[in-house]
C-alpha cells in the first residue's frame, strides 16, 4: 500500500523564525513528489520535484528531495504570520496522487 | 483564466437523495481526478481520468460514480447519499507529462443528513 508520511503535524514558530517541514514517502511507480500550500480553501501549487538533489526555489520556499532515502523537506525562512496554513505533500504514484496529512503551521507575530 | 470550477460551493441533502457535483476545467488537461478531505485524514483520491472515457479507482471509490463523456468535465455522482459521505470534495486536473502539478477547484462542501 502506498504511503506518504509528513512530520511533524503541527508546528508553531515566532515570525522570523526558519521552519522546516518533513515528508517521507513508499510508492511504487514514483513519478513526482509535490508541495501544496491550502489556506482554509483549495491546496495551492509550491513545488513539483521529481529528481535527487536538484533544490527548487521561490522566494523564502525551497524544496529537495532525496530519491535514495525516500524523503522530502520544504523549507521556509524568515516566516511571516502569511505562512500560516497547511502544507501538504503528495506523491505522483503510477496515475494516483497520494496525500500525506499535512503539517499545520501557526507563525505568530 | 484558467481554473477548475467545481458546482455546487455546498450543499446539504438527505439521505439516498442522489445528487451530482459538477467539475469543468478550461486548459485542455488530460488528466482529472476528485478526491475527499476529512479532518485527520488528509486528502484521498476518489477517482481518477486519463481522459477521455478512460477513468479508474482512487483509495476511496465506494459509494462513487464518475463519466468523462468531455475532456473539460468530470462529474462526481453519489447515487444514494449517507451520513458517512459528508465531507470537503476537491476536482483537479493536470496535463499529465508537465512540470506544473495539479490545478484545484475550490472545492464542495457535502452535508448528508
Known amino acids: 500500500e502506498d504511503k506518504v508520511v509528513q512530520s511533524p503535524l503541527s508546528l508553531v514558530v515566532h515570525e522570523g523564525d526558519t521552519v522546516t517541514l518533513n515528508c517521507s514517502y513508499e510508492?511504487?511507480?514514483?513519478?513526482?513528489l509535490l508541495w501544496y500550500k491550502q489556506e482554509k480553501k483549495a491546496p495551492t501549487f509550491l513545488f513539483m520535484l521529481?529528481?535527487?538533489?536538484i533544490e527548487k526555489k521561490s522566494g523564502r520556499l525551497s524544496s529537495i528531495l532525496d530519491k535514495k532515502e525516500l524523503f522530502s523537506i520544504l523549507n521556509i525562512t524568515a516566516t511571516q504570520t502569511g505562512d500560516s496554513a497547511v502544507y501538504l505533500c503528495?506523491?505522483?504514484?503510477?496515475?494516483?496522487?497520494?496525500f500525506g496529512k499535512g503539517t499545520s503551521l501557526l507563525v505568530t507575530p | 483564466e484558467a481554473q477548475v470550477t467545481q458546482n455546487p460551493r455546498y450543499l446539504i441533502t438527505v439521505t439516498g437523495k442522489k445528487l451530482t457535483v459538477t467539475c469543468s476545467q478550461n486548459?485542455?488537461?488530460?488528466?482529472m481526478s476528485w478526491y475527499r478531505q476529512d479532518p485527520g485524514l488528509g486528502l484521498r483520491q476518489i477517482y481518477y481520468?486519463?481522459?477521455?472515457?478512460?477513468?479508474d479507482k482512487g483509495d476511496v471509490p465506494e459509494g462513487y460514480k464518475v463519466s468523462r463523456k468531455e475532456k473539460r468535465n468530470f462529474p462526481l455522482i453519489l447515487e444514494s447519499p449517507s451520513p458517512n459521505q459528508t465531507s470537503l470534495y476537491f476536482c483537479?486536473?493536470?496535463?499529465?507529462?508537465?512540470?506544473?502539478?495539479?490545478?484545484f477547484g475550490s472545492g464542495t462542501r457535502l452535508t448528508v443528513v
Open positions: 481520468s486519463m481522459n477521455v472515457e478512460v477513468t
Open positions: 521529481t529528481s535527487s538533489g
Open positions: 486548459m485542455n488537461h488530460e488528466y
Open positions: 503528495a506523491v505522483e504514484a503510477g496515475y494516483a496522487l497520494n
Open positions: 483537479a486536473s493536470s496535463f499529465w507529462q508537465d512540470g506544473y502539478g495539479y490545478t
Open positions: 510508492v511504487t511507480n514514483f513519478r513526482s
